[in-house]
């Protein structure tokens, strides 16, 4: 994906430019002084194709009709009911431990790799990996600021962005970069080849999201750096599953996701 980003504020919010440098500089996309330009006079004059537009509160969206903002979506009710003691499906299938560290590879929005951050605890790690720099920027942005909802139900989002490192680039790329077992979990959640209905946040990542297809010869680079095991979350009965020769699948009895899973063992 080749989209050139850049980052601005607000028309007419002067007091914002300082912030506003200082967060491109922290996100690694440049910025654009507004000087109450129109975005389009914007683009031209700088070559950028598609502005992270800074607002009065901290907000930061993706110029659109409507703009994209980053929220957490099903990790919210997700983490409810894991602080009530109830279970997660994902962290059912990861078999995942306190102190565990995770590679999510395809970190999106971030809702899969907040979870894991919760179920590893606060001597656990998640790295995460998204090759797209407008949903990385947004991302990062946002699990590190947006805490009203999440402080209302006694959890603390920042404190759970704070176990994971996220990285922009292609998960091929960087699992070939690690060394054999260096995470007990490798997981991928790619986006599906057909959009889930009712699913509007997810769906509005859809343009800007990397479609690449996973293929055999990553599955097993990540069973290499894998310790215990390799998932890959997709459509329940998807066609992926035998696609990539996965072991064995759990869930999509009651759900339209599914889990495959490969064992080291």
Same mark, same amino acid.
């Given at each position: 994906?080749?989209?050139?980003?850049?980052?601005?504020?607000?028309?007419?919010?002067?007091?914002?430019?300082?912030?506003?440098?200082?967060?491109?500089?922290?996100?690694?996309?440049?910025?654009?002084?507004?000087?109450?330009?129109?975005?389009?006079?914007?683009?031209?004059?700088?070559?950028?194709?598609?502005?992270?537009?800074?607002?009065?509160?901290?907000?930061?969206?993706?110029?659109?009709?409507?703009?994209?903002?980053?929220?957490?979506?099903?990790?919210?009710?997700?983490?409810?009911?894991?602080?009530?003691?109830?279970?997660?499906?994902?962290?059912?299938?990861?078999? +995942? @431990? /306190?102190?565990?560290?995770?590679?999510?590879? %395809?970190?999106?929005?971030?809702?899969? =790799? !907040?979870?894991? *951050?919760?179920?590893?605890?606060?001597?656990?790690?998640?790295?995460?990996?998204?090759?797209?720099?407008?949903?990385?920027?947004?991302?990062?942005?946002?699990?590190?600021?947006?805490?009203?909802?999440?402080?209302?139900?006694?959890?603390?989002?920042?404190?759970?962005?704070?176990?994971?490192?996220?990285?922009?680039?292609?998960?091929?790329?960087?699992?070939?970069?690690?060394?054999?077992?260096?995470?007990?979990?490798?997981?991928?959640?790619?986006?599906?080849?057909?959009?889930?209905?009712?699913?509007?946040?997810?769906?509005? +990542? @859809? /343009?800007?999201?990397?479609?690449?297809?996973? %293929?055999?010869?990553?599955?097993?680079? =990540? !069973?290499?750096? *894998?310790?215990?095991?390799?998932?890959?979350?997709?459509?329940?009965?998807?066609?992926?599953?035998?696609?990539?020769?996965?072991?064995?699948?759990?869930?999509?009895?009651?759900?339209?996701?599914?889990?495959?899973?490969?064992?080291?063992?």
């Amino acid at each position: 994906m080749d989209i050139q980003i850049g980052l601005t504020t607000a028309r007419n919010r002067p007091e914002l430019e300082i912030y506003g440098a200082a967060l491109a500089a922290s996100l690694s996309v440049p910025y654009v002084p507004r000087d109450q330009r129109g975005l389009g006079k914007l683009k031209k004059a700088y070559g950028v194709q598609l502005f992270l537009i800074l607002k009065e509160g901290g907000m930061l969206e993706l110029e659109g009709d409507p703009p994209l903002r980053w929220h957490p979506g099903m990790a919210l009710p997700r983490l409810r009911l894991l602080a009530n003691g109830g279970k997660d499906a994902l962290l059912e299938a990861m078999g +995942l @431990r /306190p102190g565990d560290h995770v590679l999510d590879c %395809t970190m999106g929005f971030g809702s899969d =790799a !907040l979870v894991a *951050a919760y179920g590893v605890g606060k001597t656990g790690r998640i790295v995460a990996l998204e090759a797209s720099p407008v949903i990385a920027a947004l991302s990062q942005h946002g699990m590190g600021r947006y805490n009203d909802v999440f402080d209302y139900y006694g959890m603390n989002l920042p404190a759970l962005a704070e176990r994971l490192q996220i990285f922009t680039c292609q998960a091929a790329d960087f699992l070939r970069r690690q060394p054999d077992g260096s995470y007990d979990i490798v997981y991928f959640d790619p986006m599906f080849q057909k959009g889930i209905r009712h699913s509007s946040g997810i769906n509005a +990542l @859809r /343009p800007y999201a990397c479609d690449k297809s996973l %293929t055999l010869s990553l599955i097993r680079e =990540a !069973l290499r750096v *894998a310790r215990r095991r390799v998932l890959l979350k997709e459509r329940a009965g998807s066609e992926e599953f035998r696609r990539l020769q996965c072991a064995r699948s759990v869930g999509g009895k009651h759900s339209t996701v599914a889990y495959g899973i490969w064992d080291k063992t």
